[in-house]
């Protein structure tokens, strides 16, 4: 028996997507502040999973099989905790140890099917965030959270790390280095004050605040993988000298400011969840747009020109509006995943077309 707990899985990679095997997807929808209701809404799905592997399998024994598998889910921690607003279940009859359920971000309806092609829309709506490292930044320390959208991770951050400006400035004194030193060799120095009654202390200490930023920076840059964005989370001021520090690393415009020193991680990830979603849904309407510019060459929404070039694999990026009615679309998005492409299912009330595809050639 496998409960795999399926994370920063792109979703062209579901060895489902491939198989003639028939292929069970459940969705449910879950309530943070009512386990009863997320248990009887399980019992329910699972109900109705009997019902339809009733109508497909012959084999008894083999359906109790598929069910004893599915009943475990009830004691997962994605529904004992119910971190996330959903999840998804997928698994092949034919080879029920394996169980793989996916936390969903965006709730889904409770929904069960059997087929040769899986019911994948919810997954889509999940599917293609950025990934992210989430760098909360403070003095007496920092934390790391890693991940996409609904799906971010608390991890001990490296050695290679500094634990926080104290340990920086003990470090660098033990080597002989010295705060002041900036401030000595500038030719026009103010020395031991400002115009504005500044001493050189608080001078020192900035100093010493970006070298403890710079010593980060310089950390991150071996941490984070090709393609990943930093995410900062903290108070403005540090974030902005942070910022001035390290430009040259990948950072999000977008940030979460605040002082986050001691927040329980799940409630820091579900504010960092909700601002990962207002910048997904911005960056899925700018790219519908830029799509959308193309020249007619190079892009579709005839259906029956887009289903023949995604067989032929010429589809890179698949637009779908979200209307809650994407039956005609399930087949579609499929073949564009099976060939290496992209789907996007946009919530966007203005746009007047159904689909839009971008072509590779």
Partial sequence: MSLNLMKNMDLKDLSVLDSDDLTMAIYMPLRSDNSEVNRIRLKNVLSEARTLLSERLDDNQKLNAVMGQLEQISDH?????????????????????????????????????????????????????????????????????????????????????????????RWEKSAGLDGNEHYRNRINSPGAGSQHGEGPTSKVTDEFERRYFREIGS?????????????????????????????????????????????????????????????????????????????????????????????????????IKDDNDLGDSESLAISVLRKGGKVQILDVPHWNDNLLGVYRW
Wanted: with cysteine; glycine share 6%.
């Fill in 77 to 169: 921690e994605v529904i004992q905790k119910a971190l996330y607003p959903g999840l998804a279940v997928l698994m092949s009859p034919a080879e029920p140890e394996e169980v793989n359920i996916f936390p969903l971000w965006t709730k889904p309806e409770a929904r069960v099917s059997l087929g040769r092609e899986p019911f994948v829309t919810p997954l889509l709506r999940d599917s293609g965030h950025q990934l992210v490292t989430l760098l909360c930044l403070a003095d007496n320390g920092l934390r790391l959270f890693r991940g996409r959208l609904g799906e971010l991770e608390e991890e001990t951050p490296p050695e290679v790390f500094p634990k926080n400006l104290s340990d920086v400035i």
């Fill in 219 to 319: 950390a991150m840059k071996e941490y984070l993988q090709e393609g990943e964005m930093l995410f900062l989370a903290g108070v403005h001021e540090k974030l902005a000298l942070f910022r001035e520090e390290n430009s040259s690393l990948p950072i999000l415009k977008a940030e979460l400011p605040g002082n986050f020193e001691g927040m329980n991680a799940d409630l820091l990830v579900k504010k960092a969840n909700e601002k990962l979603a207002g910048i997904a849904k911005e960056k899925s309407v700018a790219d519908l747009r830029k799509a959308q510019e193309l020249a007619p060459a190079m892009r579709s929404s005839d259906p029956e020109k887009l289903s023949e070039a995604a067989a032929q694999g010429r589809v890179d990026t698949l637009f």
